[in-house]
């Protein structure tokens, strides 16, 4: 079974600036999808950004990136140029592939506060 | 993209009676849906997988006859939450396409 490690509940960073958000994972898997998202106070799941396991080249979504260590098992997110609206819970999601690839299972979750 | 439509937003029910909550595909087909639940501070957690056609896949430690689960259609999977306890209150959110949720039901039993 696929694990996912968040290690930080909570972080805060000042309006602007840069935070990055950590995620582990653990499979014997080779092909396989990454997610982090964006749950704000709505709750709704908003998805911030995909990565496929095949694809080297690290994902990036305007002012979210992130970095894909495949040997290292590791699917980080930075957010540059924060903003109040970051203000959420962020998940890790992965994926495996196949017909029944589309069972996600979720890290803990990293609160993120971003201060004026 | 995908479109997973969820309703209703919010319930409030009482001990012992029964709630429906409807996930809706609206601009495709989904021939499997997912039903995740997600407790106050904490992630969210795989409940069932609802099959078109067939019966639902649940996760272990979920209760199949609490939690009733029909995919009657392409477009539709429901959850149904039997002889509801005030233990059950919690938030549960549906996905379908891949990786796109539902808005999420916030269930409160009294």
């Known amino acids: 079974a696929q694990t996912v490690t968040q290690s930080q509940p909570e972080m805060s960073v000042q309006e602007a600036e840069t935070v990055t958000l950590s995620c582990t994972y653990d499979?014997?898997?080779?092909?396989?999808?990454l997610f982090w998202y964006k749950q704000p106070p709505s709750r709704q799941m908003i998805l911030v950004i995909r990565?496929?396991?095949?694809?080297?080249q690290n994902a990036t979504e305007n002012r979210f990136s992130v970095n894909f260590q495949k040997a290292a098992k590791s699917f980080s997110l930075k957010i540059s140029d924060s903003q109040l609206g970051d203000t959420a819970m962020y998940f890790c999601?992965?994926?495996?592939?196949?017909?029944?690839?589309?069972?996600?299972?979720f890290g803990g979750g990293t609160r993120v506060l971003v201060k004026p | 993209g995908a479109v997973v439509s969820q309703h209703p937003s919010w319930v409030i029910c009482k001990s012992g009676t029964s709630v429906k909550i409807e996930c809706r595909s609206l601009?495709?087909?989904?021939?499997?849906m997912f039903w995740y639940r997600q407790f106050p501070k904490q992630s969210l957690m795989l409940m069932a997988t609802?099959?078109?056609?067939?019966?639902?896949?649940?996760e272990q430690g979920v209760e199949k006859d609490k939690f009733l689960i029909n995919h009657a259609s392409l477009t539709l999977s429901t959850l149904t939450v039997t002889s509801a306890h005030p233990e059950d209150s919690s938030f549960y959110i549906c996905?379908?396409?891949?990786?796109?949720f539902g808005s999420g039901t916030r269930l409160t039993v009294v």
């Open positions: 999601a992965f994926m495996p592939p196949g017909a029944a690839g589309n069972k996600l299972t």
């Open positions: 499979t014997s898997e080779n092909n396989y999808y």
């Open positions: 990565q496929e396991a095949y694809k080297q």
């Open positions: 601009d495709f087909q989904a021939t499997t």
């Open positions: 609802s099959n078109e056609g067939s019966k639902a896949t649940y």
């Open positions: 996905s379908g396409g891949g990786y796109t």
